[in-house]
């Protein structure tokens, strides 16, 4: 059925209807249309991509709405999907990483895939310098394994033979990392982020560096257990051949989407959006399709949803089809991040004070890659701490990137857009608090505290676009304002996502599926929920199992 195009009141759906048109169910669709089954996908919203979107927030300049750089996205997708025949570019963003300073000739700036990075790093500790190379063999030890562990069903606790047999896999991957990476890895998943960092160095600079990406959708303290991983999560990732590496999508995330539902339209597959569900179509305990908001019914031998596994069972799935226990542990499954998401219009770039010193070039040039506004396991302590008795950090960790200074299609000429991604902002506010009263004050505690770091913001500012927790889950279905579709902690990942028994994306009803972020391998644009996903539904098609 072409995009947008009414289906009678109760129709047939195909083999397969897919919830959601976020990128993981698109890319579920291709492969299960590769496959030869014919394959529904209904989005609520006006576009597909859920949160891998470019929309035009301010007249003139357009930006990638929520998630905003590429990294995670399987390099086996974009060629089994062809997405760059389908429009797809997705550019090398310079490694670089600038931590700013508040006066002239201050702050850091690395290069990590650079010879001089090892030199900044000297700079800080010699010490450090000598310790620097074995902890990025580490790095790409866990990044390799968790990269194989992503396109992986997870065994389910008290499964069966498959189950099974899946463990002694994973045992026998481990064991050949040996003794000594074996403890490292092991570190890492179970670990405090401030404790493994303060296991290999003494620069505070140098953690601030590396534990950045912990805090990613992430709220939490420093010193809570497990937060390592998430550094880790954000690693496996892979752009043009260079694993580890971050990379920009030509004209915003929503090219990623768009690629891949140009893929899936391709391959037959039927997507409409302005369609949200209702609800999941329950006899004798098998899902048998979907009803829509309109009262269209639509009937499919499998179901799969792209939603947070939370709003799947307590909007989607009718009341008393799950049994009592696995609704309390679904309503348990922790879905928050503190995620504050700000996408500024710029007449020209902020000028920073520790740049004064640069010229033009060479501070448009130290602006490519990462800025990142954070400091010491006190200031996250701190942020992580002002967010739950407060709200939100009075210091707030912020990753801010300026996408216009190498993709000029985003803005008007000489003008750009900045997306800021800024961390700990609660979901729940303290003392009555609602997000709908306190949006314009978070939003301006941010500009004040980036505006001493840049004097200019406020008064480059052409325009810009708040989005609160709240609003996260309200437009873009992340309960809790989570991004991740659920807290990445070691008693929800593997074969804990997202509660155990159901980690190998089979739900409790026959014929009902989860291919997005809530399973394994967990959120960031990678694809691999989906692509996991759609090929345990070919394996029970093809048995005639559903």
């Given amino acids: 059925m072409p995009m947008g195009q009414a289906a009678s009141p109760n129709s047939a759906g195909g083999d397969v209807i897919i919830v959601g048109a976020g990128h993981n169910g698109l890319v579920a669709a291709s492969y299960l249309a590769q496959a030869g089954f014919s394959v529904q996908v209904f989005e609520r919203r006006h576009q597909v991509g859920g949160a891998a979107i470019t929309d035009e927030f301010v007249p003139g300049y357009r930006n990638s709405i929520c998630a905003y750089v590429v990294s995670l996205l399987n390099p086996r997708i974009i060629e089994d999907l062809d997405l760059p025949r389908h429009g797809l570019e997705i550019m090398d963003r310079a490694d670089h990483t600038l931590i700013p300073g508040r006066s002239a000739g201050s702050g850091h700036f690395f290069s990590e895939h650079d010879a001089s990075f090892h030199e900044a790093v000297r700079a800080l500790s010699i010490r450090d310098a000598e310790r620097i190379g ?61 404790e493994y960092l303060d296991e290999w160095f003494e620069s505070p600079v140098l953690k601030t560096l590396f534990s950045q990406q912990a805090f990613v959708g992430n709220m939490v ?45 391709e391959r037959g597959v039927a997507i409409e959006v302005n369609a949200p569900v209702r609800q999941i179509l329950v006899e004798d305990g098998t899902a048998r399709g979907v009803e829509l908001a309109d009262g269209r019914t639509f009937r499919a031998r499998a179901v799969a949803a792209n939603t947070n596994p939370k709003l799947l069972f307590s909007e989607l799935v009718p009341d008393g089809a799950v049994s009592a226990d696995f609704r309390r542990r679904i309503t348990n499954y922790r879905s928050h991040s ?20 640069l010229s033009a070039d060479q501070q448009a040039e130290r602006l490519q890659g990462l800025i990142m506004f954070s400091g010491d396991w006190q200031y996250c302590e701190a942020a992580f701490h002002d967010a739950v008795t407060q709200g939100w950090s009075a210091q707030p960790i912020i990753e801010m990137y300026i996408p216009t200074i190498i993709d000029d299609s985003l803005a008007p000429p000489g003008q750009h857009v900045i997306s ?45 676009q708040v989005l609160t927790p709240l609003d996260l889950e309200r437009e873009f279905g992340l309960t809790g304002g989570c991004i991740m579709h659920g807290v990445l902690s070691l008693d929800q990942m593997f074969s804990m996502r997202p509660v155990p028994g159901y980690a190998n994306y089979r739900m409790p009803l026959d014929g009902l599926y989860l291919c997005g972020s809530g399973a394994h391998p967990g959120g960031g644009v990678s694809g691999n929920p989906g692509r996991n996903a759609a090929r345990e539904i070919i394996k029970d098609l093809r048995r005639k199992r559903v």
Wanted: proline share 5%; hydrophobic share 45%; with cysteine.
């Fill in 420 to 464: 800021l991604f800024c961390q700990h902002f609660a979901y729940e506010l303290p003392d009555g608090r609602h997000w709908d009263e306190e949006k314009h004050n978070a939003a301006e505690h941010v500009i004040d505290f980036l505006s001493a770091y840049c004097p200019n913001l406020p008064h480059i500012l052409v325009g810009m």
């Fill in 338 to 357: 503190g995620t504050l998401r700000i996408n500024l219009a710029v007449r020209q770039l902020p000028e920073f004070t520790c740049l004064t010193d």
């Fill in 134 to 194: 074995a902890f990025e063999e580490v790095l790409q030890m866990a990044a390799d394994v968790l990269r194989e562990l992503a396109e992986q069903t997870p065994p389910n606790l008290g499964g069966g033979l498959m189950d099974l047999l899946r463990a002694g896999k994973l045992a026998n991957r481990l064991r050949r990392l040996g003794p000594e990476m074996q403890a490292e890895f092991l570190k890492i998943m179970t670990m405090s982020v401030a």
């Fill in 221 to 265: 303290s420093p010193y809570a257990p497990g937060s390592a991983y998430v550094l880790i999560h954000h690693y496996f990732g892979e752009i043009n051949g260079k694993t580890g590496a971050w990379g920009h999508a030509r004209g915003g995330m929503g090219a990623i989407s768009e690629a891949m539902a140009s893929a899936a339209r």
